[in-house]
């Protein structure tokens, strides 16, 4: 698989430049910038990867989750710099539900393959669903309902008051969890056994840094797409952010959180996959809200009602399977047939 991906990176990077300065047809391009990005994020995976290993299971879930949201992050700043708000909108939609659904269902499937029985911390999860309840429930519900009275100046007010308010406790978040609670709320599956990195901090380091770099270009190039490729394959841009977009701006988390419940540490596995739906909805979404107001088309936290059903349904459904700090694979398989059944709904809206 590394060597695969080694090639795809080796041919996909000097294609997607090649690609963009000769300007290629968008289709093949949308296809080959999407593979490279894939490719590129595996190296971002590993080594974050590698950095975890060192720091910790805690800190080494939030790395992934958030290297891993960079690249979606990238992609989001490049789609709002061409107006495309819904796109971005979809894309955060697609990032909370992959995550919630598939990332966690994959990883509690495959691990509950191999373990009758896998395991994590229950306090962890219990802090994170109360997060999750605020993030999704209150943050993304409100702007909705109050939207229905407002004008389009107002609307964008509230959002940009939400998104500060969001912002600072996402930091305040992380800071009760690695500062003043750190070790409070220790179990015992969180002693992990001592594993050597595959890089060493700075290789890790530079790999990320350089990897990062070739996906904010290829992500720029990949936005430029959408619109022929949308037209081409009928699809709408809410199926392309929902879909297309974030799972391949998740790449990264998806493949390091599912080696990780397969090597049953699942305390990393659920760090990545609900550590990276917090990051989405408290930290890169109100980021994009405050980005946008330097572009001419504003973006507000307003989402379509079958976006915002989905994402709470998405939530409702990993607090009551998560909650008790015990998973296994059908629950897995229950996770990954909510995500189908909206998948479908959204190709067909």
């Not at 300065?21 to 490719?39: D, E, G, Q, R, S």
């Not at 290993?53 to 690249?71: D, Q, S, Y």
């Not at 697609?94 to 994590?120: E, H, I, P, T």
């Amino acid at each position: 698989m590394e060597r695969i991906f080694f090639l795809l990176t080796v041919i996909g990077v000097p294609l997607s430049v090649a690609g963009r300065l000769l300007h290629w047809p968008a289709t093949p391009m949308f296809v080959v910038y999407c593979v490279t990005i894939i490719a590129l994020a595996s190296y971002m995976g590993r080594a974050t990867e590698s950095l975890a290993i060192v720091a910790g299971p805690r800190i080494g879930g939030l790395l992934n989750a958030t290297f891993g949201n960079a690249v979606e992050l990238i992609i989001s700043i490049f789609a709002l710099k061409a107006g495309l708000v819904s796109v971005v909108l979809a894309s955060l939609t697609g990032s909370v539900l992959g995550n919630l659904l598939l990332v966690a269902g994959l990883s509690f499937f495959v691990g509950g393959l191999k373990y009758k029985r896998q395991s994590f911390n229950v306090y962890d999860a219990r802090h994170n669903s109360g997060l999750l309840t605020f993030a999704i429930l209150v943050a993304f519900v409100i702007p909705e309902v109050f939207s229905m009275t407002m004008n389009e100046q107002k609307t964008l007010s509230l959002s940009i008051g939400i998104s500060i308010i969001m912002i600072a406790l996402y930091l305040a978040a992380l800071y009760f969890k690695l500062v003043t609670h750190r070790g409070v709320y220790q179990h015992k599956e969180d002693a992990e056994e001592h594993e050597e990195p595959e890089w060493s901090k700075g290789k890790a380091m530079l790999i990320l840094a350089l990897a990062t770099v070739a996906v904010a270009y290829v992500s720029e190039s990949l936005v430029h797409t959408f619109e022929v490729v949308a037209h081409s394959f009928g699809w709408s841009e809410l199926f392309i952010g929902v879909i297309i977009v974030a799972i391949v701006g998740n790449a990264a988390e998806h493949a390091s959180a599912i080696i990780m419940a397969y090597k049953n540490k699942m305390n990393v596995a659920v760090e990545i996959a609900i550590g990276s739906t917090l990051q989405i909805a408290m930290f890169v979404a109100p980021v994009l809200v405050l980005v946008s107001l330097l572009f001419p088309t504003h973006m507000a936290l307003v989402f379509t009602l079958p976006e915002l059903v989905a994402m709470v349904t998405a939530v409702l459904l990993t607090i009551v399977l998560s909650n008790d700090g015990d998973t296994n694979w059908f629950e897995g398989a229950t996770l990954l047939g909510a995500y189908m059944i909206m998948g479908i709904g959204f190709y067909l809206l």
